[in-house]
């Protein structure tokens, strides 16, 4: 009996934990500085943004959707913000205004997805090209840069913890309260699962989407804040990639692309994998070259065993 | 009997090239079940949605208390306290009980977020007065069972306090003792003064509820009758439009060459416990028993999806033991599973790609494939099961619920497999279409397949099997054949309730 309800917890552990274990386990046997405290605070304040951005990206996947466009969101709020404190709109300002933007486009996304039925994929990709297009005519295709002491602020630690990692716990409990306790957070499930039950409970579906992309927008904007802050400079093509590593994340922890299954909690491990992965990577010495194909690799992996042990599951 | 609630007078609704609804009356009154009834695609759920604002009719009024009454949508109509129990399941998955009960009316807390704890107690207030209490409020709706899942839906329903409830073919789901707490529901809401609308193809439940019917066919009313007005006989002729002598027809098959044999088949979770029978060539095997005897759960052992702890399999004389339904189809075994919805159609593909999803590679063993042959088929299909469309090409969205199923069964039955296992195979399939179901099935017994019957309903698996296997918890505690003089419901039903004799 005592056997059993051990294996139960066994199994109600989900994959990702077990990958991040062994994972860990590995690149310090390989390499013992792995295993410091400053290594995996670095590990902590490197996954920031995406860590953030992934939030972002699990709300819209369990809305049956996906978004292609969150690497441009991230650039144009480095670039937009830089833009605005060289034309002397005052810093903080100008990070307001960026994360409007970055809400904004967000509902532009909602709108286009939810009035003409459009695939999300196909406007979310659409979107990244023009906004990445934007970010790179501001910025003249370079860099730009504005020095404050404010970008600072966020990576100082306040009990033991980055500022920036606090950042993004605050971002993690809105994401989960919002999905958990409010209404949104049902029809965001209910958009993925079944839409009919929200037009029957009289939900208008298309406002509900345009919420969702709304909050995720919000995410995304603080998100490029962070890598902002990181990179202290407008970089037109700093994030991207992170668009691909959020949707992997998000289905590494759990989140099914369909029927709005899923949870953020598990999100958060998926980020963690993927970052202890590529930190792992650049510890051991592995030249940059081998590491985005080595990161790709063991992702795909990751999500493969990840899939397999689910589907398992499923069956028993 | 009361005053009239809800009057609706010449509907007519148009779908693109029919008429789903023609100029058809209908009324309920106060403290009154009034069933609808009609062969699938008859317009039941049509008409159930016009009265409850999902769809707009092209011609008709509709009066509330006497009031014209236009309802600009469904939230409008649960306003005025119409509500819906609807054919389609329209519970989110991943959401639990009760936020699926109370959706967009969630109670909130002082600081504005859902109040879990009153929707969680609400609900299973909800679900105790279905005699459901026994249903975990906060776990997803997906983990539930479909009989649970159509409780919840039940509950939802009830939630509104509604005036009027419709019930769109609420039992096809449900086991003999939900379907009993659901009627003793159903008769105090009534004695509440609520009117109720019944939609169901189970006739042997119209006297337990109903005070009227009115029959469609062809979207026309073609009668309403008072329950004790019309015999079933009649009421079949109504609905059909023909005299139906012969429900179950049965032609004598020698049985010789053993098809199947199982041998203390077990499944890892203890739902089957050492199931062991056989199916021979001609034959129609049987396998009675109230739901969660685990009769669903062996046939899926036996088509690969749900592994098999322990036990024997012998197909053909080889022993055999299939891992993944497609090694299954392969041994010649075929399964048309009970839950449709879930494993059944791509709602947005033809009738006719459905219908050959699965056998695509058997009618073209070769790369390409002729879409010709495939709508000549599915036309062979659809004058075969009588699926109600105007085009094989029509997306299967568009079909009603009972014709949506008869795709499925087209889909595996275009297989042609050996060795057949039908799972509840006339749920929320009209009597019409049920006995061409049995014709069918007698049909190919012989041909010489062997087939096993999976159903709830007595009567058809009497009337259908040359012997049956009665389960019970996950064991077989008796097997009565044709010949024997056991072979009866009454024996039978004590079996499934009492088990074996020794
Ligand atoms: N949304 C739709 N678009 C086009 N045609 C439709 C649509 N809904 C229903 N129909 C058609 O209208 C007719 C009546 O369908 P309805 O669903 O009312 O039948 P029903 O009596 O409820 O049948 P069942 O017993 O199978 O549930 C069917 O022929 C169906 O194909
Ligand atoms: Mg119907």
Redesign the pocket.
Known sequence: MKNKSFKDIVRSIPPVVYMLVAMIVIFSLIEPLYLSTRNFRNILLQCVPLMIMAFAQTIVILTEGIDMSLNAVVNIVTVLTVWLAIKGVPLPVGMAISVLVAILIGVVKGFFVSKFSLPPFIVSYGMQNIVNSIALLLTGGASIYFASELYRTFTKTVLLVPNNVWVAAVMFLLTYTMLKRTKLGANIRALGGNPESLTLAGVNPGRSLIKAYAFAGFLTGIAGLMMLCRVESGQPIVANGLEFQSVAATVLGGTSLRHGKGNVAGTILGVLLIQVIQNGLNICGVPAIYQSVSTGGIVLAAIIVNALITSRKAKA | MGKTILEAKHITKL??G?K??DDVDFDLQEGEVHILV????????????VLLGAYKAEQGEIFLDGQPLKLTGTKDAIDKGIVAVY?ENSLVPYLNAAQNIFLNREPKTALGLLDLKKMNEDAKALLKTLNCEYIDVTRAVSSLSVAEQQMVEIAKALSFSPRIIVF??PTSTLSEREVESLFVQIRKLKSEGLGIIY?S?RMQEFPQIGDRITV?RD?KKIGCVGINECSDAELVKMMVGRDVSQVYVRNKNDFNEEALRVEGLCDQGGRVKGVSFNVRKGEIVGLAGLVGAGRTETAEMIYGIRPIASGKMTVFGKEAMPKTPTSAVKMGIGLISEDRKRQGLALNESIAQNNVAVSLLKIFPNFFVNNGKINQIAEEFKEKLRI???SVG?KT?????????KVVLAKWLSQDPEILIFDEPTR???VGAKMEIYNLMDQMASQGKAIIMISSELPEIIGMSDRIYIMKEGEITGEVKREDPDFNQEKIGELMMLGGAE
């Open positions: 779908f693109p029919m789903a609804l009609g062969e699938n695609g008859a317009g039941k759920s049509t008409l159930s949605k054919q769109d073919e939609v193809h469609l979207g109600m469309t105007t029509k969205r568009f079909l009603s619920g009972g014709n949506q199923q929320g399939i009209d």
